[in-house]
């Protein structure tokens, strides 16, 4: 499994981007999809997940309210629409798949993308 996340780039404080994160194979409706960040300096840590239908999303306190997780069963995709960016966004954004039927910890995702920089600007 494959995931390659791209997206992200230099934004003024108060704008949007929005992260596309495609992933090989067959099985992309069986994994639940994740995003992550890690700032310099700082440990990785839970932005958002959808489960395998996308019935049911998770956010972090910090993002929740701007950032919306969504994902696309027939193009294996998950994305990551995020608005009223802050200064503190700043950071790699990972991708990440897990078997687990609803994922909110780093630890239970079993596939990784290589990550894609967003900087916002003050």
């Known amino acids: 499994v494959q995931l390659q996340a791209c997206g992200g780039g230099l934004v003024q404080a108060g704008g949007s981007l929005r992260l596309s994160c495609a992933v090989s194979g067959r099985t992309f409706s069986t994994y639940c999809m994740g995003w992550f960040r890690q700032a310099p300096g700082k440990e990785r840590e839970f932005v958002a997940a959808?489960?395998?239908?996308?019935?049911?999303?998770y956010y972090s306190d910090s993002v929740k309210g701007r950032f919306t997780i969504s994902r696309n069963n027939y193009k294996n995709t998950v994305y990551l629409q995020m608005n009223s960016l802050k200064p503190e966004d700043t950071a790699v954004y990972y991708c990440?798949?897990?078997?687990?039927?609803?994922?909110?910890?780093?630890?239970?995702?079993?596939?990784w993308g290589q990550g894609t920089h967003v900087t916002v600007s003050s």
């Open positions: 990440a798949a897990a078997w687990e039927t609803a994922a909110v910890v780093a630890s239970e995702y079993d596939y």
């Open positions: 959808i489960r395998r239908s996308g019935g049911s999303t």
